[in-house]
């Protein structure tokens, strides 16, 4: 079945360590996104990408970074830098600009706490 | 003023009964509008997008757009307890190449059976 893959489901992450989560998608969409959920709110946006080999800041991006060289996979790291990483994190993709309506689907997720 | 607003209530119905969901955007140059339902603990899924004025229904769902008024909203009828959750209004932004969705703070709606 197509659909966006995220890994791992619960993540910890000690002082001073940068951790990695995945993301991966079969449905040949060219853009994918990474949102960051804090309980109550609603997504903000961390990086996001239109097509391989690039990517642009979104509204949060300090203290995280991401790689785009594939266009199914788009994972994110939460580096040290990132002194409040806990919170819940979505990985998106849409088809990009080649469809100007289409929406973003979500991936299940990845929960992030502090050790 | 936020891009994207909504009520963050609780908003609560009585089982049957019209729920009404509303979201004000500031960008007068945007032209695609979704409602994304997200249950507790759940990531966000897709159940209505909208791009022209007027009203669009899907079963029980009906989203409705003013672009004039910047006003977008979602009307939920016969409403049933699965329809508890949080109801995001998400807003396209952007130029081409560089289009990205903003998001509501999300509404929380609770069906009292």
Redesign the interface.
Known sequence: DGGITQSPKYLFRKEGQNVTLSCEQNLNHDAM?W?RQDP??????IY?S?IVNDF?K?DIAEGYSVSREKKESFPLTVTSAQKNPTAFY?CASSI??RG??Q???????TRLSIL | QKEVEQNSGPLSVPEGAIASLNCTYSDRGSQSFFWYRQYSGKSPELIMSIYSNGDKEDGRFTAQLNKASQYVSLLIRDSQPSDSATYLCAVKQGDQGAQKLVFGQGTRLTINP
């Open positions: 996104y949102y109550g709110q609603g997504l903000r946006l996001y239109q642009q979104g979505l990009g600009d100007r309506n929406p973003q689907h979500f991936g299940d997720g």
